[in-house]
């Protein structure tokens, strides 16, 4: 029903989609507010458009920034460079969220520091209704600390699709009996904190604090997202702005799901549905479906 719905809205966008303004050029304190320490998010550059934003984590503070607007299905993309050297303990994410509490829903990428020379880990997972233990984890095929890399997140009704650099590495699907996050709106997040109980070799590394100020930038941040403030979520009170068509059913082809393959096969160092010590009882219903 609330799919339906919207489809009718992309299909008869002239007449019920377009009520809405145009997107105004906006800066970045227009479209986002800071998380943590107000002086460790610097904006580099900002033409009104497009941004280039540092964040910093110092023994102090981390820091972040989350869009104002939320969000039920979008196509979210950044570039960033990640912290170089001895980057163990920090992590640095892009993240799509409902909010905190009991049944929330989430879309994660986030990158897990290492040792100087040692490869960064990226980590996807998707939390739907509060159940969240759905990581696939990869190594990258460059290094992310050496220059930008496209990192995008595409969240639509029949999928998510998670790319590096226009190359898909994982689909999560819906399957109308499982959880999948579709009712409520959700905000984009960027942060760097420390996460050194957690992040590196299983958090056995911590944060060296000599290496501190520790710099993830972000740049080129695109949302093509319906907007919906709305916090009881629900159609009605969705506005999908013009380009919605290209993503909102979106699926891998046959090319994207080689590639996916090929990530897989090469590059992935964590998959939760062949981790038997986690789920005693039995892999989650979506490992055995395709
Ligand atoms: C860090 O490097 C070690 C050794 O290469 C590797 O096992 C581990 O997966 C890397 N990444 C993280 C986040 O621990």
Redesign the pocket.
Known sequence: MATSMLLLCVAAAAAVCSMAPAVAAAGFYDKFDVVGARDHVRVLSDDGKSQQVALTLDRSSGSGFTSKDTYLFGEFSVQMKLVGGNS?GTVTSFYLSSGEGEGHDEIDIEF????SG????MNTNVWANGDGKKEHQF?LWFDPTADYHVYKIIWNPKNIIFQVDDVPVRTFKKYDDLAYPQSKPMRLHATLWDGSYW????GD?KIDWSGAPFVVSYRGYSANACVNNNPAGGWSSSWCPEGTAAWISRELDGAGLGTVAWAERNYM?YNYCADGWRFPQGFPAECSRN
Not at 118 to 121: L, T
Not at 199 to 202: D, L
């Open positions: 163990a897990m520091g290492n040792l040692d490869p960064y880990v190594y992040a590196t070799r299983h590394v160092s």
